[in-house]
């Protein structure tokens, strides 16, 4: 089946830091999303990736969607303690498929 | 507008006993879905529907049903509850889901757990 694969699992940063995760698959896909869920809250949609080498940016966060059309990275700059939580990537097909999630927690 | 709502945020069931959990949306939204979430894991589709009356199977559907009378409802009925069905249980609508710009919103979320 579709299987996303993300990396790192858990980040521990220190506030201030930049912090840098992506997301891999084998197969292609044309759409790239990426969530972030905090404590006890559902997923919120953060950035969505439509293009093959396309680069967003939503305040301090900025993802790519691979050239490849099989990964995407997402970098957030100058962590604060509220970026806390874990991020998620996604592909979008005729349904959402869900990446395992990064872990992040920031150290003030 | 609440968006869309979940109850119970928790419960404690045991192996063999049945339980409904609710979902409600007020954006008039035909899509919604219900994912599991597990510990160290991403959020796995249970089963889905297009609109009042149409439901679908998604990834992960076996010991679970669904039913679809009204656009705002989408309630998720666990018959015989085991404990692989401990987890966190999230609902989500979206307007549609032709294009990827139909962004899904999602519920706070039931916490699960079945001894």
């Known amino acids: 089946g579709k299987q996303l694969n993300q990396s790192p699992q858990s980040m521990f940063i220190q506030e201030g830091e930049d912090v840098s995760m992506n997301c891999t698959s084998s197969?292609?896909?044309?759409?790239w999303l990426w969530y972030k869920q905090d404590p006890g809250e559902g997923p919120v949609l953060l950035i969505a990736?439509?293009?093959?080498?396309e680069l967003t940016s939503n305040g301090r966060l900025t993802a790519q969607f691979g050239i490849t059309r099989k990964d995407s990275f997402l970098n957030i700059s100058a962590s604060i303690p509220s970026d806390v939580g874990i991020y998620f990537c996604a592909v979008h097909g005729n349904k959402l498929v869900f990446g395992a999630g990064t872990i992040l927690r920031v150290k003030s | 507008n609440a968006g869309v709502t979940q109850t119970p945020k928790f419960r404690i069931l045991k192996i063999g006993q049945s339980m409904t959990l609710q979902c409600t949306q007020d954006m008039n939204h035909n899509y919604m879905y219900w994912y599991r979430q597990d510990p160290g894991m991403g959020l796995k589709l249970i089963y889905y529907?297009?609109?009042?009356?149409?439901?679908d199977k998604g990834e992960v559907p076996n010991g679970y049903n669904v039913s679809r009378s009204t656009t705002e409802d989408f309630p998720l009925r666990l018959e015989l509850a085991a404990p692989s069905q401990t987890s966190v249980y999230f609902c989500?609508?979206?307007?549609?889901?032709?294009?990827?710009?139909?962004?899904?919103?999602f519920g706070p979320g039931t916490r699960l757990t079945v001894l």
């Open positions: 197969s292609i896909f044309n759409t």
């Open positions: 990736l439509y293009k093959a080498g």
């Open positions: 989500a609508s979206s307007y549609l889901a032709r294009r990827v710009t139909d962004t899904q919103y």
């Open positions: 529907s297009v609109g009042a009356g149409i439901t």
